[in-house]
């Protein structure tokens, strides 16, 4: 081990116990939802170790890494599912909607789409505006937001995976007016769509990057060698559930799915937003953060205030809030299919 290596720490390795087992008794007592919930999202962090933490410029990154068998539904990413043509994703319309999208699950299985993942085509690129897992043969109308302000005509008829997720700080943004939307109205996943159209302005601005129509996918494409770079310093590890980031020595956010098979291709996507975040955002730091400190972040997030909503997929919608901080989560078949949690954006 080299001299200034950190031991790496790791949380419980036990498994936990199934949400809602009981021993036998005469008198079935249900437990209430919120009880449900905050054991689903301790189960899902205790399911999880900590690996080594990688620094590279001004960003840190721990793997969370399964140590408990896989809970909860089986699914296909949106990634693989449009790859083999077992997901079709269109307008709602030919005439269009900004704020919706229709998706078509053609096979059996499910199919989970996550927040801030984008798709390109059609009448606009748009993000998803929250996690969604669609059901083996259905139709699901979600909630998106516009990710190129200045187009509205068909380059294609169906959407394809752009490869990218909305940058971190847009994202958390996003998410957060979401949650706002969902308080004010419980089955409205609207988000503020202003401000995510300045957000990606800001990024151009920052990035010095540039698109005629506003793309957001073009400050990818402009920053690829700063990009590549980033996903060579944190490359995926075996058994890799989830992640934790820190950007300036402070928590940035925090990524978990319940299949590491479903992870591993959704890696790239997340280092890639949280890397956008990190090289237009160099700050002093007091220091690189400790393993310790990740830890402690963890197990904070796994008691943060929950609240529910009907997801538009299957399950339901755990909106997440900790102070300044904030996330959220999919519950299904009693376990966290996937979870977001975002620090405080500077």
Known sequence: MKKNEKKTITGSVSKPAKIGKMKKSSVRVEKPRKVLE????????ESLKLGRLKNYLNMSVAPLVGVTDEEGPEYLTMTEALADDLLE??????????????????????VLLLDGEELMGAKQNRVLNTTVLVAGQSDVVVPVSCTEQGR????????????????????????SSVSHSLKIQSNSYCSDQGKVWEDINEYHCDLGSHSSTGAMKAAYDQREDDLRAFREAFPLVDGQRGVVIFV????????ILSRADAYKLVHQ????SYSMEAFRDKKESLGKPSAKKAKTLLE????????RFKSVGLGEDLRL??????GNALLVEESIVHAAAF???S
């Open 38 to 45: 905050a054991l689903a999202m301790e189960q899902t962090f």
């Open 89 to 110: 994703v269109t307008e709602i319309d030919h005439g269009g909607s900004v704020p919706n999208l229709k998706v078509r699950n053609l096979c059996d299985k499910n």
């Open 152 to 175: 509205w005509s068909y380059k294609s008829e169906k959407f394809m995976d752009s490869k990218i997720m909305m940058a971190k700080a847009a994202r958390s943004s996003k998410s």
């Open 248 to 255: 300036n020595g402070e928590f940035s956010g925090c990524e």
């Open 269 to 272: 996507k997340i280092i890639e």
């Open 300 to 307: 904070q997030i796994s008691s943060w205030k929950i609240e």
């Open 321 to 326: 809030q900790n102070c300044e901080s904030h």
């Open 343 to 345: 620090g405080q954006d």
